[in-house]
């Protein structure tokens, strides 16, 4: 009893040390693909897709685990599931490295903000989830920050509705397709390759090929976005398989958080005061989720020790 008692205390500082590092990885991902801007982000993303695709192949041999990817590829249905998230995934990468490369930082990190307050609103409607009085507030008080925003700006927020929206839909058919993270993401990247290629060898007959057209420097950061998209995924696995869910969920805003000082005080984009207070309520509103989750995870605990 005591050696199985000691082991989440041993695993805890791990998982939590993976996860943070996870998505602080993602929050600073501007400062990785600002250099990128003058590659279009479609170019970007099919390096990012073909790299992937090369490390995460490279991970399952080494672990002796490519039994995995051919048990999935071997499921007709659920590889026609996963080509939805791939294609899922994919609009929310190229919406994001366009919105980074166009000094929309502060737009990507609202939209992350926005993400798991659209969790709730998919639970409601797709999966016929309640909700708790809490959860009502959280949600109408993001509803109408982003109403404000959007007359604000005098266009609707169309980049954080579109990362959020895609992002939550990504989760959720994740989170009900019967796949592991590490060969779903292999399979994902698998099923976007051959476009991926054929866009890259477009790019390189016709002379617009950044990988040797556009320096050394840009080339290692095109050929290290597989890296940097494969090493947080490996983190947070971990670090979700050693934590408890609600812990997950307060620690995902240090993403948004790093992204949003990464673009006002880093690429000095604008976020005035008007600005300022729309954000606010979306931070009231995470801060009342956020609450409510850990209260009720602490609440569930103490009813199984009692």
């Known amino acids: 009893m005591t ?8 695993l805890a500082p791990r998982g939590l040390a993976a996860a943070t590092a996870a998505f602080a990885i993602w929050g600073l991902f501007p400062v990785y693909l600002h250099p990128l801007h003058e590659v279009s982000a479609v170019q970007v993303i099919a390096h990012r897709v073909t790299w992937s695709c090369v490390f995460i192949l490279a991970w399952l041999l080494m672990r002796g685990e490519l039994s995995r990817l051919t048990t999935t590829l071997g499921k007709p249905q659920l590889v026609a599931r996963l080509t939805l998230t791939a294609l899922l995934i994919s609009c929310n990468w190229l919406v994001y490295v366009w919105s980074v490369t166009h000094e929309h930082i502060v737009d990507t990190s609202l939209g992350y903000y926005i993400n798991p307050l659209m969790n709730i609103v998919l639970g409601v409607f797709v999966l016929k989830e309640r909700l708790n009085r809490a959860q009502w507030v959280a949600v109408a008080l993001a509803a109408a920050a982003v109403l404000y925003l959007a007359v604000l700006a005098g266009r609707p927020p169309w980049i954080a509705l579109t990362l959020a929206v895609s992002f939550s839909l990504y989760g959720l058919l994740r989170k009900v397709i019967s796949v592991d993270a590490l060969p779903g993401l292999a399979t994902e990247t698998l ?47 971990y670090g979700a398989r050693a934590l408890p869910y609600s812990t997950l969920g307060v620690l995902q805003y240090i993403a948004p958080s790093l992204q949003l000082v990464c673009g006002v005080y880093l690429f000095h984009e604008g976020f005035g005061p008007a600005r300022v207070a729309g954000f606010a309520v979306i931070w009231l509103a995470l801060l009342i989720y956020a609450a409510d989750g850990l209260w009720r995870s602490r609440r569930g605990r103490r009813a199984v020790t009692t």
Not at 3 to 10: D, G, N, Q, V
Not at 214 to 228: E, F
């Open 191 to 237: 099923l976007l390759l051959p476009l991926a290629l054929a866009y890259l060898a477009w790019c390189q007959a016709t002379g617009n090929g950044a990988l040797t057209n556009s320096g050394p420097g840009i080339a290692a950061l095109l050929i290290g976005s597989g890296l940097v998209t494969a090493i947080p995924l490996f983190l947070f696995a």
């Open 3 to 10: 050696a199985r008692a000691s082991t989440p205390a041993r």
